[in-house]
């Protein structure tokens, strides 16, 4: 099956500096790659996603990148804000199959 | 909020006792999921389900069960067999493109 691996495990950046985490995944069948945002206390939810014919995606100050060759991808937060601290996920898939999960990103921005 | 409802919140069990997690969605999708979460591991599926009286076991469905005889709802059951079921379960649904997973707000089993 699918194997996600997320790094780093924790991560902490100045208000105002980027922020990147990378993952990387094992399935070369993966064409699909979602990043979700869990505050603390509360569900995840997806802020954004990105499929294997997309090697960019941008919304606001976040974008996704896709490199399907090296078999990784990363977000990047610009501008990071004191409310941006949160865990982040990535998660991959094939086809119709349940997402697999890496295994999570604490960030944590000082105002 | 969010359509997905798992009860309780918390639960607190003994040790070899049988116990059941609820989870109930108002968004008419076929397909639900149950992912645990450990600290430092992510996000790991125990099983899921892509339609009614079907279900599919994920990486660590050991020691679990589920039913789906209803689409709105599917339960999960930790059993006696589940080596270390002290976690937080979230349970999660999307529609039939499987796009967007709409997670509840989790239940946090603590098992003595």
């Known amino acids: 099956g699918e194997n996600v691996e997320q790094h780093p495990s924790t991560l902490s950046v100045q208000e105002g500096d980027s922020a990147v985490i990378k993952c990387t995944y094992s399935d070369s069948a993966s064409n699909y790659f979602p990043w979700y945002k869990q505050e603390l206390g509360k569900r995840p939810q997806l802020i954004i996603d990105i499929r294997s014919n997309v090697g960019e995606k941008k919304d606001q100050r976040i974008a996704v990148t896709l490199n399907k060759t090296a078999k990784h991808f990363s977000l990047h937060i610009t501008e990071t804000q004191p409310e941006d601290s949160a865990v982040y996920f990535c998660a991959a898939r094939e086809g119709r199959r349940a997402l697999t999960f890496g295994s999570g990103t604490r960030l944590q921005v000082q105002p | 909020d969010g359509g997905i409802t798992q009860s309780p919140k918390y639960l607190f069990r003994k040790e070899g006792q049988n116990v059941t997690l609820s989870c109930e969605q108002n968004?008419?999708?076929?397909?639900m999921y149950w992912y645990r979460q450990d600290p430092g591991q992510g996000l790991r599926l125990i099983y899921y389900s892509q339609i009614v009286n079907d279900f599919q076991k994920g990486d660590i469905a050991e020691g679990y069960s589920v039913s789906r005889e209803k689409k709105e709802s599917f339960p999960l059951t930790v059993t006696s067999a589940q080596k270390n079921p002290t976690a937080f379960y979230l349970c999660?649904?999307?529609?039939?493109?499987?796009?967007?997973?709409?997670f509840g707000n989790g239940t946090r089993l603590t098992v003595t």
């Open positions: 968004l008419n999708h076929d397909a």
């Open positions: 999660a649904s999307s529609d039939g493109k499987g796009i967007t997973l709409h």
